[in-house]
């Protein structure tokens, strides 16, 4: 009789679905090993293929047969809503550094003393490279996998069950015939650097961030809600340690990691038995040779007794262990010229400095440019173009200058003197203050910044056209048909524009047509998302509401942010007394209108657009109508907030302090000095029960 392999899925029964679901988990997850572990496939591609299409069809047949070990998992599941908490059993300690060769000496020399030992008594110790990942904890029960969890603090850990499942080098199912119990496996989870590099260029051709290095891919890939994400990023696993386990683990470390590789789990083959602290320090300098070809980052290798025996014997100090060390490697350095410093403008207008390097290998790694973060670093470290600096590559894609030889700086060598004109656009670059960034005001017309602004112009709390999004605006914006908010409406009504969008991949007459009607949907607007619409800095929906409802029209904000910009004390007051309007949106606001560029583009969006006033609220007979409130103290009958809604419900402006355009002070319990102010100026003060009359409150 034929085993269930050869039976076609629908022939199959539920009890020969079950037996052949356990025999291709077992299958895959073998040919999973070989491929992806020790690099000797034992099928093609096709035939790997076709034993996981029976599985997912044997299983969509049989969903409650779906086992927990199942190949399918390894793709991902439906996006989670936040990760739980896990607790760990056994803590996750961390370990102590040693910088230097005199550090080892001195650890293996107090091993010694504290087990009464000779000084020339051997010691065993297992070196092995440190990897430069993400720790994770993975807790199997009678073989099977149940949990994966971050380190999290030590005590509790992320629930990553889902992402980890999806990691090749993590069986689902402990290769033993006899399994332990309880066995919780702890390793680091990381990311080659070939596929951190294939990674980085998918995410710049669709002008996503980068990652900055290995260890930040790895970490936020394992850290998606959506296990999908992190099943299309190829992350590996080495196993080197454990925390709960039944039976306790007995022998020794190295003999440990020799059950874990028999078990189906990766263990770092470069692990090695050193019995002085010379044949460890020469363990270091043979590992940091061969650094820049692993393929993937470490920074340090790792010292532990190898006899379990003797580690129970030492414990702890504090929250690491006495019988393990880790020896990190110096950041990687190298000497270079600093060819020229330019300036880089991001989406949101920071300007960067970047040095442009006479390349130099670092690392293993040919760089041509350094950070320089920003004006303050340039001044603190004094970097001039000719300058010889020294480079530091700490695991970040651009390395930072952190040294300046001075003794060798060129004869008529200038400081560098930082614009204070955007290179990108010509406007005005500002640092606010308390700010180390120095930005550039014109948004709505910089290059540079063109495509982030016209994403959030059309998004939904401003204009909300649909069918313009961020895959629609970049397109637009390379063909030519976009380069202000104004462009956006002269989309509509115009035949050579819809001519041009016609000849676009993926637009079709249809397509068009819907988005000349959301267009014109949107030609009429509220004041508050008008002004959300042109990106200035900290305006959010709630300050965009307060602005419109103070000012009321579109012309007469625009008149009042001009007299801001003209350092007029009256119109800066006002705008800083709106309750709920802080110190650095005036000065954003400022600078702002003091580029002319941005008042262009704002009037030639207005002249496309109708910008609805604030209707008045509801309550003009009230006495409070058109007057501006201050509330002060605490209230009794209400809270703050609610005065302050029902203020503005009967058509009065809400301030945060006193100033001579005041009308009325609410006075609470400990009103303080706002009341002081208030008698200064005469203006007239209201207690809470005479304001509660007033506002018609019984």
């Known amino acids: 009789m034929s085993g269930a392999e050869d039976v076609a899925v629908d022939a199959l029964d539920e009890a020969a679905a079950a037996a052949e679901l356990a025999r291709l988990a077992a299958v895959i997850a073998r040919h999973d090993r070989l491929y992806h572990q020790e690099d000797a496939p034992a099928i093609s591609d096709a035939d790997y293929d076709a034993l996981v299409r029976r599985n997912r069809a044997i299983e969509a047949r049989f969903p409650a047969l779906v086992r927990p070990d199942s190949p399918s998992l390894r793709v991902g599941a439906a996006p989670a809503e936040a990760f739980g908490k896990v607790v760990h059993p056994v803590p996750m300690l961390s370990l102590d550094n040693a910088m230097e060769e005199a550090a080892v000496v001195e650890f293996l020399a107090r091993i010694r003393r504290f087990l009464n030992l000779t000084a020339d008594a051997p010691v065993e110790l297992l070196a092995e490279p440190k990897i430069d990942g993400l720790s994770c904890a993975l807790r199997y029960e009678a073989g099977l996998l149940v949990t994966g969890a971050?380190?999290?603090?030590?005590?509790?850990?992320?629930?990553?069950?889902?992402?980890?499942?999806?990691?090749?080098?993590?069986?689902?199912?402990?290769?033993?015939?006899?399994?332990?119990?309880?066995?919780?496996?702890?390793?680091?989870?990381?990311?080659?650097?070939?596929?951190?590099?294939?990674?980085?260029?998918?995410?710049?051709?669709?002008?996503?961030?980068?990652?900055?290095?290995?260890?930040?891919?790895?970490?936020?890939?394992?850290?998606?809600?959506?296990?999908t994400i992190t099943a299309s990023r190829r992350l590996r696993f080495f196993a080197y340690a454990w925390g709960a386990a039944e039976p306790p683990i007995t022998g020794s470390y190295h003999g440990f990691l020799e059950r874990l590789a028999a078990m189906g789990l990766r263990v770092n083959p470069l692990n090695r038995i050193c019995r002085s602290a010379e044949e460890l320090i020469a363990y270091h300098a043979e590992i940091g040779e061969r650094r820049a070809g692993l393929g993937y980052d470490i920074d340090g290798v790792v010292y532990k007794v190898d006899d379990l025996r003797l580690q129970q014997r030492l414990g702890f100090v504090g929250r690491a262990p006495r019988w393990a060390i880790a020896h990190k490697f110096p950041a990687q350095q190298a000497v270079t010229v600093v060819n020229d410093i330019v300036i880089q403008v991001g989406r949101t207008g920071a300007l960067t400095p970047v040095a442009?390097?006479?390349?130099?290998?670092?690392?293993?790694?040919?760089?041509?440019?350094?950070?320089?973060?920003?004006?303050?670093?340039?001044?603190?470290?004094?970097?001039?173009?000719?300058?010889?600096?020294?480079?530091?590559?700490?695991?970040?894609?651009?390395?930072?200058?952190?040294?300046?030889?001075?003794?060798?700086?060129?004869?008529?060598?200038?400081?560098?003197?930082?614009?204070?004109?955007?290179?990108?656009?010509?406007?005005?670059?500002?640092?606010?203050?308390?700010?180390?960034?120095?930005?550039?005001?014109?948004?709505?017309?910089?290059?540079?910044?063109?495509?982030?602004?016209?994403?959030?112009?059309?998004?939904?709390?401003?204009?909300?056209?649909?069918?313009?999004?961020?895959?629609?605006?970049?397109?637009?914006?390379?063909?030519?048909?976009?380069?202000?908010?104004?462009?956006?409406?002269?989309?509509?009504?115009?035949p050579a524009k819809a001519e041009a969008l016609a000849g676009l991949e993926g637009w079709g007459k249809k397509k068009i047509e819907n988005l000349v009607a959301a267009i014109e949907a949107r030609r009429t607007i509220p004041l508050d998302r008008f002004i959300l619409a042109l990106g200035i800095r900290f305006i959010g929906e709630a300050n965009a509401k307060l602005l419109a409802r103070h000012y009321g029209t579109l012309e007469t904000w625009r008149q009042a942010m001009l007299a801001v910009a003209g350092d007029d004390e009256d119109a800066r007051s006002e705008l800083a007394d709106i309750d709920g309007i802080g110190p650095k949106l005036v000065d954003a606001l400022a600078e702002f209108f003091r580029e002319p560029h941005n008042i262009e583009a704002l009037d030639d969006l207005a002249s496309e657009v109708t910008v609805e006033a604030v209707a008045s609220p509801a309550g003009g007979g009230s006495p409070f109508s058109g007057k501006t409130l201050v509330f002060t103290g605490s209230l009794e009958q209400m809270t703050r907030a609610e005065a302050k809604a029902l203020a503005e419900q009967l058509g009065a402006k809400v301030a945060g302090s006193v100033s001579k355009k005041t009308d009325y002070v609410v006075l609470g319990a400990d009103a303080g000095s706002k009341a002081k102010k208030a008698a200064e100026l005469g203006v007239e003060t209201l207690d809470e029960a005479k304001w509660l009359a007033m506002a018609g409150v019984s």
């Open 150 to 227: 971050t380190r999290g603090d030590g005590t509790t850990g992320e629930d990553i069950t889902a992402n980890v499942r999806t990691i090749r080098d993590i069986p689902q199912r402990l290769d033993t015939d006899d399994p332990p119990p309880v066995l919780e496996v702890r390793g680091e989870i990381f990311m080659e650097l070939e596929e951190f590099r294939k990674l980085n260029e998918r995410r710049a051709s669709e002008e996503l961030p980068v990652f900055a290095n290995p260890r930040n891919a790895a970490a936020g890939s394992v850290r998606q809600l959506d296990s």
């Open 356 to 494: 442009q390097l006479e390349p130099i290998t670092v690392g293993g790694v040919v760089v041509g440019r350094a950070t320089l973060h920003n004006q303050d670093y340039i001044e603190e470290k004094d970097i001039r173009v000719g300058d010889t600096v020294v480079v530091q590559r700490a695991g970040d894609v651009i390395p930072q200058v952190v040294e300046v030889v001075t003794d060798r700086r060129p004869k008529g060598a200038m400081p560098f003197d930082f614009p204070e004109i955007c290179p990108e656009c010509g406007s005005h670059a500002v640092r606010l203050p308390g700010e180390a960034v120095r930005r550039c005001t014109g948004g709505l017309i910089c290059p540079a910044q063109v495509e982030a602004r016209l994403e959030h112009a059309v998004g939904r709390d401003a204009f909300d056209i649909e069918g313009l999004g961020k895959k629609q605006v970049p397109q637009l914006i390379e063909a030519g048909l976009l380069k202000a908010p104004a462009d956006i409406f002269r989309l509509a009504g115009d």
